[in-house]
């Protein structure tokens, strides 16, 4: 079900952290006050899949949004991981998103390490220009440290993902896991050893 980020009621950032429960889920991002049908450039925001984060994202302007990066679970003071699809973009729009409230003082961005995006049309996971990515601390959002970066989609019909680095869900392990049982090896033997609080049972 789509929602519309004019009809999302995110709470004052300072109580941001707190308030992101679950991740956004096909979250279209309108101008304030906005009321017509979303246009071309009107950008859709998900998270809902696994591995995904991203839990709040504000408008500042046509070429700039605030994403929020969702805590950890059982620790809300770790915030590092964000992985997420944006659609319906405008063919050679221009954006900057800022990951506005990392929770790391020292991260590997400030020495040349720059999030990773891949396409509908370009499957393989690519990383950005350096040069497009800035890892600061800002005033403007409770001296938190904030990580920017510029991106120009090129393809309309495109979903574009973006993630923190190149993520491994635990269904990947999973697989990877099977197909070592199948070949039988002499020296492996696979084992439960405990469930997770949120797991439904399975091994």
Known sequence: MEESARELDTGSEAGGDDALVGN???????????????????????????????????YI???????????????????????FTVEHVRETQRVIFNMVNFSKTKSLY??????VVKSTSRPKWQ???AKNVYYY????HRRNY????????????????????????YSRLQHYLSSLEQ???????REQLGLSVSSSGSP
């Open 137 to 140: 601390r800002c005033p403007d």
């Open 61 to 83: 302007s046509e070429f700039e949004f605030d994403l929020f990066i969702r805590p950890d679970t059982c620790n809300p003071r770790f915030r590092v991981w964000f992985n």
């Open 183 to 189: 070949r039988n090896l002499d020296y492996l033997k």
């Open 127 to 129: 990383r950005l220009p």
């Open 24 to 58: 956004v889920s096909k979250l279209t991002v309108t101008p304030p006050g906005y009321t017509g049908a979303p246009r071309k450039g009107h950008l859709i925001f998900d998270a809902c899949f696994e591995s995904g984060n991203l839990g709040r994202v504000d």
């Open 146 to 169: 904030v990580m920017s970066f510029a991106f120009c989609f090129d393809r309309e019909d495109d979903v574009y993902q973006f993630a923190y680095c190149y993520p491994y869900t």
């Open 110 to 115: 400030r020495d040349g390490m720059a999030p």
